[in-house]
Structures are given as C-alpha cells and as structure tokens.
C-alpha cells in the first residue's frame, strides 16, 4: 500500500507517541478526529500499522551488552530453518538473511559479556551454523524508529 503526505504523518506521530489521542492527531496534521480513526483503522488493515508497543530501554532491564552476529551455513539451510532456531534463544533481538560472505545476521543482547559468550555458544551449536563472526557494540550512533525513513 502507497501512503499519502497525511498517512505518512500520522504514521510518524504514532511512532512518536503511539499514545496521542486520535484529536491530538487530527490537531497537527489538520483532520478531524473521526477522521484520523479512519485512516488509523485502515492502516492497521491493510498492515502498515502492525500493533503498538513500548519502547524500554534494554539497559534499564540489565541487556546493557548487545553484539551482531554473522552466521556462516551448511550449504542448504533455507531461511526458515534460520529464523525458527534464532527464535528460541532469547537473547536474539533480531535475525536477517543478508548477501555478502554471511548467510544470516542475528542482533544480540544480553547482561554481560558472559551472558553475551553462553548465548553465543548455544547459536554456534545449531546443527547448520558452521562458524560465526562477532561485533560487540560499543555505542549507538543512530537509532531511529521507522518513522525516521523518507519516501523513495
């Protein structure tokens, strides 16, 4: 679905503060309220808006260590068997197919470089995982939401 000026905005609002009142909305981007709550519900519909959520500091919960992770694979892992053995390690925030030398990059987090070592040797014993590559992180630079992005 290809989102107008107004769509955008009210997408970048709720990125914002998923937590403005559809008036509140409607007040900045020159709508009524009725109909901001038609735009909303037709862009939760159509899957633009996939839910809400909060945004927690992951070092207020104690994951202040976070590393991303190239995956090197056995010559036929597809990329569901990748993502149903990311899934069940908690530690994994994030995992992609990506082109390049790695078949997979998973994003980490974890308490400490301890915790961060165990979840590292439990992906490097999946069955299909034949070496992997680390980067810790030492600091964000830029962390945007997806509002962030600008039209093609």
Do not use: N
């Not at 633009?48 to 010559?75: N, Q």
């Not at 994003?107 to 070592?117: F, G, K, Q, T, Y």
Request: proline fraction near 5%; hydrophobic fraction near 40%; include cysteine.
């Amino acid at each position: 679905m290809r989102l107008d000026e107004l769509d955008r905005r009210i997408v970048a609002l709720l990125c914002e503060d998923a937590r403005f009142s559809y008036a509140e909305i409607g007040a900045r981007v020159a709508l009524s309220a009725p109909a901001v709550k038609r735009r909303v519900d037709r862009l939760r519909a159509t899957g633009v808006i996939r839910g809400y959520t909060a945004l927690v500091d992951p070092e207020a919960l104690g994951w202040s260590t976070e590393a991303f992770v190239e995956l090197f694979c056995t010559g036929r892992t597809t990329p569901a068997e990748i993502e149903r053995a990311t899934r069940r390690h908690p530690e994994v925030v994030g995992s992609y197919t990506v082109s390049g030398g790695a078949d997979a990059l998973v994003h980490l987090r974890a308490s400490d470089i301890s915790h961060l070592e165990q979840a590292l040797e439990r992906l490097r014993a999946e069955p299909f995982v034949t070496q992997t590559r680390s980067m810790i992180v030492l600091s964000r630079l830029v962390d945007r939401p997806a509002s962030g992005l600008t039209p093609p």
